[in-house]
């Protein structure tokens, strides 16, 4: 196969989104916070400056500052400050500096207890195959080298036959994850201790699951709930949808090596439409409609191999974050205390190494 495409540079994350409304978000009184001093590591978010919307530290401060208590936070691939200069598939490498230099900035106490970008996740193409290798190497040295703050990569491989429905952000071919030369890329992450990050749609996760049964030994960390479709052939399907995502979602859950991240359904593309309504939800009417899909993903893969994450600010144009994480407590008010610290930060910071 030959190297991915460069990505089209209006192809930014929100595109699965909804650009931020704060005058729609604030429509509704602000909700008291439900278990504030429930510790939570975030552990999928982004940071940009592009032409549609900026949404750096001191607005992921805002937000994570709304009264929920985040100790930590992963930051993921989303095409932000690439290098400008050198080398093609080197460019990714200034999303690393980048997010370590944030990161840097937190750690220094300054901003209180928040460590956001404690653990960081790129972008490398691995159709490069095993000359990735030494573009992996160049993210180590700028997370700050072994045990730093880089942790992985996210090759999205979202494809849909559809033209309705908006493929991943590097313009994957249908089958990525299968192909021969990906995959000798992808056999460079264990050995560097690196994870992958798995996105793309519900009808490809049988394609997940065959990539994390041929590589046993590297840790897959499914995005979004497996990305469920609710938009273009699958609008108005949603039972459909659900059925077969539940049937795929089991099977892969068989692999020891898949973690789930519980989010990520408050994207356009998604199977709601709290993004269209009047008012934006509350943190009930999200949790009500969530609550299926996480509490099968939590059914299949046990707390220890799920989290919750806020998917900033790609689901902030569904519902706010205080809104959100509260929504999340909602869910998992039920849990024993052991699960319900491994949702929150104990399976992010296991996984993350952080």
């Given at each position: 196969?030959?190297?991915?495409?460069?990505?089209?540079?209006?192809?930014?994350?929100?595109?699965?989104g909804?650009?931020?409304?704060?005058?729609?978000?604030?429509?509704?009184?602000?909700?008291?916070?439900?278990?504030?001093?429930?510790?939570?590591?975030?552990?999928?978010?982004?940071?940009?400056?592009n032409?549609?919307?900026?949404?750096?530290?001191?607005?992921?401060?805002?937000?994570?500052?709304?009264?929920?208590?985040i100790?930590?936070?992963?930051?993921?691939?989303?095409?932000?400050?690439?290098?400008?200069?050198?080398?093609?598939?080197?460019?990714?490498?200034?999303?690393?500096?980048?997010?370590?230099?944030?990161?840097?900035?937190?750690?220094s106490?300054?901003?209180?207890?928040?460590?956001?970008?404690?653990?960081i996740?790129?972008?490398?193409?691995?159709?490069?195959?095993?000359?990735?290798?030494?573009?992996?190497?160049?993210?180590?040295?700028?997370?700050?080298?072994e045990?730093g703050?880089?942790?992985?990569?996210?090759?999205?491989?979202?494809?849909?036959?559809?033209?309705?429905?908006?493929?991943?952000?590097?313009?994957?071919p249908?089958?990525?994850?299968?192909?021969?030369v990906?995959?000798?890329?992808?056999?460079?992450?264990?050995?560097?201790g690196?994870?992958?990050?798995?996105?793309?749609?519900?009808?490809?996760?049988?394609?997940?699951?065959?990539?994390?049964?041929?590589?046993?030994?590297t840790?897959?960390?499914?995005?979004?709930?497996?990305?469920?479709?609710?938009?273009?052939?699958?609008?108005?399907?949603?039972?459909?949808?659900?059925?077969?995502?539940?049937?795929?979602?089991?099977?892969?859950?068989?692999?020891?090596?898949?973690?789930?991240?519980?989010?990520?359904?408050?994207?356009?593309?998604?199977?709601?439409?709290?993004?269209?309504?009047?008012?934006?939800p509350?943190?009930?009417?999200?949790?009500?409609a969530?609550?299926?899909?996480?509490?099968?993903?939590?059914?299949?893969?046990?707390?220890?191999?799920?989290?919750?994450?806020?998917?900033?600010?790609?689901?902030?144009?569904?519902?706010?974050?205080?809104?959100?994480?509260?929504?999340?407590?909602?869910?998992a008010?039920?849990?024993?205390?052991?699960?319900?610290?491994?949702?929150?930060?104990?399976?992010?910071?296991?996984?993350?190494?952080?």
């Amino acid at each position: 196969m030959a190297a991915t495409p460069a990505p089209d540079k209006h192809r930014d994350a929100i595109g699965t989104g909804v650009v931020p409304n704060d005058a729609w978000l604030n429509a509704r009184p602000p909700e008291a916070i439900l278990e504030p001093e429930l510790a939570i590591v975030d552990p999928h978010h982004h940071l940009w400056d592009n032409k549609r919307h900026r949404y750096l530290l001191d607005e992921l401060r805002q937000d994570t500052g709304s009264g929920h208590r985040i100790v930590a936070t992963v930051f993921v691939d989303c095409m932000a400050f690439y290098r400008a200069d050198g080398p093609a598939a080197m460019k990714p490498v200034g999303e690393t500096e980048f997010a370590n230099g944030v990161a840097a900035m937190c750690a220094s106490g300054v901003y209180g207890e928040l460590r956001a970008c404690a653990g960081i996740v790129s972008h490398v193409d691995l159709t490069l195959g095993a000359a990735a290798r030494e573009v992996l190497q160049a993210h180590i040295v700028a997370g700050g080298g072994e045990g730093g703050r880089f942790k992985g990569i996210r090759h999205a491989g979202g494809w849909d036959a559809s033209p309705q429905i908006r493929n991943s952000h590097t313009n994957p071919p249908p089958g990525l994850y299968a192909d021969a030369v990906f995959r000798q890329g992808f056999a460079q992450l264990a050995p560097l201790g690196l994870s992958f990050e798995a996105w793309q749609f519900h009808p490809q996760l049988p394609e997940v699951t065959a990539l994390a049964r041929a590589f046993p030994d590297t840790q897959i960390i499914l995005n979004h709930l497996g990305g469920p479709l609710g938009v273009g052939p699958y609008a108005g399907k949603q039972a459909e949808t659900f059925a077969q995502w539940q049937r795929h979602m089991a099977e892969l859950a068989t692999c020891p090596n898949v973690t789930v991240k519980l989010g990520g359904l408050g994207m356009k593309i998604g199977p709601f439409d709290h993004h269209a309504r009047p008012l934006p939800p509350t943190s009930q009417e999200v949790a009500d409609a969530w609550r299926p899909w996480v509490e099968t993903a939590i059914e299949h893969f046990g707390a220890q191999r799920c989290m919750f994450e806020s998917n900033f600010p790609v689901d902030k144009g569904g519902a706010s974050y205080a809104v959100l994480w509260n929504a999340f407590k909602h869910i998992a008010a039920g849990a024993s205390a052991d699960d319900k610290a491994a949702l929150f930060a104990g399976t992010a910071q296991r996984v993350y190494k952080l």
